[in-house]
């Protein structure tokens, strides 16, 4: 008889954070198989605050946590608070990807909604793929082949709050780590309606979490990472982290009275360190022109 060596369970965290799907029944046999056997479990989401809950989950009375940093550098983290109602949400969607065009180039852009119906209605009006459950199998394909085809790596990921809420923050480490994967920046915006969560009744420990991202007015980066981490820093922690919106006005606050060129540098340093020289050329350059004009009778 061959026994099992080895179980390896990818995406662990789905399971025990699942919001719309019950898995007690297969968790029964799962336990019944990982019993005696050496198993790796495999997660970019799960926080340290989560690991007593997830040993209890998956009923392990012992276990070897192995961890590495999930900062982004090369991400740009926003909030957008926007009440009203869908078309006021879309409007700003629209707003924004004028706004940071710079981000997308040829980048592609992705729109998470909460529901099935306010993503067909977002891909409706603003000329948009739509992916989701409901969609057939060869719909389906045919989407995700599209959507591969078309330009560089995802440089766009707005989880739209406003549209339904994002579940977690947990969930929103995973959307916005869709994006920038091949190290290029890449521009991570929550649309929320600010009553969104506080709503509630009863808020649990996740919406907490989600809420401190939302209301900080400290970082984003530094939230997120003290969440996922159990320690982070800031926006200013490294030079190669691109500063989250509530940094990047910071920095502008401290700097409103310095010169063009220091204000040049500034908008450079908010940048990888690959992009920083192109930028800082192209910042003097500009600094000689206005300049020359200003100088011109």
């Known amino acids: 008889m061959r026994y099992i060596d080895l179980v390896v ?7 025990f954070m699942a919001y719309e799907q019950d898995f007690r029944s297969n968790l029964i046999a799962l336990r019944r198989i990982l019993q005696g056997t050496q198993t790796l479990f495999l997660s970019a989401t799960i926080p340290p605050a989560f690991t007593k809950r997830f040993k209890e989950y998956y009923g392990l009375s012992g276990l070897k946590e192995i961890r590495k940093q999930t900062n982004r550098p090369n991400l740009k983290y926003s909030v957008q608070q926007q009440a009203g109602g869908i078309t006021k949400q879309i409007a700003l969607i629209k707003s924004l990807l004028s706004e940071h065009e710079v981000f997308i180039g040829l980048g592609k852009v992705i729109i998470y909604c909460r529901s099935k119906q306010v993503a067909n209605d977002v891909g409706q009006q603003l000329g948009y793929l739509v992916y989701h459950a409901e969609r057939d199998d060869e719909e389906r394909v045919q989407t995700l082949e599209k959507f591969k085809g078309v330009g560089p790596d995802n440089q766009v990921i707005a989880a739209t709050g406003a549209l339904g809420g994002v579940w977690s923050l947990s969930d929103f480490a995973q959307e916005s780590g869709r994006g920038g994967r091949d190290g290029n920046p ?19 420990n996740q919406e907490r979490h989600l809420l401190e991202y939302y209301n900080t007015t400290t970082c984003r980066r530094l939230v997120l990472s003290s969440f996922l981490d159990g320690t982070g820093g800031d926006c200013f922690s490294t030079q190669e982290n691109m500063l989250c919106d509530l940094c990047q006005e910071k920095s502008a606050m401290d700097e409103r009275e310095l010169p063009l060129e220091g204000s040049v540098i500034r908008l450079a340093s908010t940048l990888p360190g690959s992009m920083m020289s192109s930028w800082y050329d192209h910042g003097n350059a500009l600094s000689s022109q206005l300049v ?3 100088g011109t009778p």
């Open 9 to 15: 369970i990818d995406e662990a965290h789905i399971p």
């Open 186 to 204: 890449a521009l991570s915006i929550i649309i929320n309606n600010a009553f969104s969560v506080s709503r509630q009744p009863q808020v649990t």
């Open 292 to 294: 020359g004009s200003i």
